[in-house]
């Protein structure tokens, strides 16, 4: 049996030997060998370059971790304001208990002017903050009253610098009734009220912090936290230039509206009597959590790399296999250099300038040289490729909050793009192995002009028909 032949009849076997269900697959081993060996063999040296990258970059955001205990001591940390606390007894007690006085209204306003400041690969986020509250104390009684306005300084470290701080009585400051104690951190102000007068104590301050500011409605003093019920309370926090989503701290209580202007957020809490151990404030967001998510997507990397290449086959069906594996080649190099670069990237610019020039740039180079060297259908499905398996896994791990719709919609068109693949090699199976049936029918009979005769010819004189 000549070479040709024992070809066309191994063929034709390995399509219809019924039992052996691998064929298709041998097929597909037969003709991209080289490009699978090739994806493998990439996706491996890959990973392990991605595997010292992830180490690096998470060392390197641990140690950036470390420094945010520096930035507190230059920036400050997070601001706590608590609330005051008010007491009183009347001036004919016979006892000298202060009992404790209810705040009749409470108008609070904080503004937060909030930069990113860089260390490392973090991002902090500090704040300038401007607060002015403004309580107003009734005196229950129709008798004159002795009366104690007492309220902390803010800020929780020896770090804190508060600027012009200053607290008004009915609109005056009133030194010889007001003391700053540096041991309790508190400024207290003492002394008399008529019956039934209402006074208004004003408290304002700027100062610097660091992540998180929060109003505390309890008042701690000598490590006892005490809570006075409060008519009327209403605290507004505007806070510029943010960048991302606010949060609150645990164990807080939720703003009663929210309102966004521009780059402004106005957050209200508005409530008409409470008596809470509960703080109201923000946690401003960080720009360490795409770093992280960076670190895990490296972990996945590889199979996404796997599933990129084993699409371009598709995209390159028309390329021979040298062809196809020098292309992949490149590709692959083009693919792990993009998390390098963007990691770089976001050490010098805002995170989100940083993934989507890398995005573009990335998938640009792809498609342009897919364009240039292959042709423009190979570009598109390099395009399509590009977008499921490299563009989708990236924002859906650093928008984790729309991963599984980004997910869901990246799904049904790979499904799509699936079924047509189904669909092709399907028909090309069945096209196949029609060919091969009647090459291997016409190659029994004798008929096929394609097949060789491989029958000895007579030799001259030799009589057929006597034979």
């Known amino acids: 049996m000549g070479g040709g032949t024992r070809r066309a009849y191994e063929r034709e076997r390995m399509f219809t030997n019924k039992p052996n269900k691998l064929s298709p697959f041998r097929l597909l081993w037969t003709h991209a060998r080289g490009s699978i060996v090739g994806t493998l063999l990439a996706a491996l040296v890959l990973a392990f370059g991605w595997s ?92 004159p009253a002795f009366l104690a306005f007492r309220i902390p300084l803010p800020g929780d470290s020896a770090s804190m610098v508060s600027t012009n701080l200053v607290l008004l009585v009915d609109g005056k400051e009133a030194p010889s009734e007001t003391q700053y104690i540096r041991d309790t951190k508190t400024v207290l102000w003492t002394g008399e009220m008529d019956g039934q007068q209402a006074m208004t104590f004003e408290f304002k301050y700027h100062v610097r912090g660091l992540e998180s500011f929060a109003y505390d409605m309890t008042a701690v003093e000598s490590g006892e936290a005490n809570a006075s019920p409060q008519s009327n309370f209403k605290l507004a926090m505007t806070v510029e230039g943010l960048d991302g989503e606010l949060d609150y701290p645990i164990g807080s209580m939720s703003p009663t509206s929210v309102v966004t202007d521009g780059g402004r957020s106005i957050l209200t809490w508005d409530l008409p009597r409470v008596l809470t151990s509960l703080a109201a404030g923000v946690l401003l967001p960080d720009h360490l959590g795409p770093m992280r998510a960076f670190v895990r997507l490296l972990g996945m990397a590889p199979w996404f790399f796997m599933l990129f290449s084993f699409s371009l086959g598709y995209a390159f069906v028309r390329l021979s296999p040298v062809g196809r594996v020098l292309h992949g080649f490149g590709f692959a190099a083009v693919y792990f250099v993009h998390f390098p670069l963007v990691v770089y990237l976001a050490a010098y610019l805002p995170w989100t300038v940083a993934v989507l020039a890398t995005l573009c740039g990335s998938v640009g180079l792809l498609t342009v040289h897919a364009r240039s060297f292959v042709g423009g259908e190979s570009a598109i499905r390099v395009l399509t490729s590009a977008v499921l398996f490299l563009v989708v896994p990236v924002v859906a791990y650093l928008v984790p909050q729309h991963a599984g719709l980004i997910l869901v919609a990246a799904g049904f068109i790979a499904a799509a793009i699936l079924l047509r693949l189904v669909a092709v090699l399907a028909r090309w199976i069945d096209e196949t192995l029609a060919d091969m049936r009647d090459a291997g029918a016409h190659a029994r009979e004798g008929s096929d002009p394609s097949v060789p005769n491989l029958a000895p010819e007579p030799a001259p004189g030799f009589d057929a028909g006597r034979a």
Do not use: M
């Not at 009183?88 to 006892?95: I, L, N, P, S, Y």
């Not at 503004?111 to 401007?130: C, I, M, N, Q, W």
């Open 52 to 143: 010292l990258f992830a180490h690096r970059l998470e060392g390197r955001l641990d140690r950036d971790a470390l420094r945010s205990e520096e930035v507190r001591r230059i920036w400050g940390g997070p601001v706590v304001q608590g609330g005051p606390r008010v007491q009183w007894r009347r001036q004919d007690a016979a006892t000298a208990e202060l009992a404790t006085a209810p705040i009749d209204r409470t108008d609070i306003q904080v503004g937060l002017k909030v930069e990113y400041r860089a260390r490392g690969l973090t991002e902090y986020p500090t704040y300038e903050a401007d607060f002015h509250g403004v309580y107003v104390v009734t005196n229950p009684s129709t008798a």
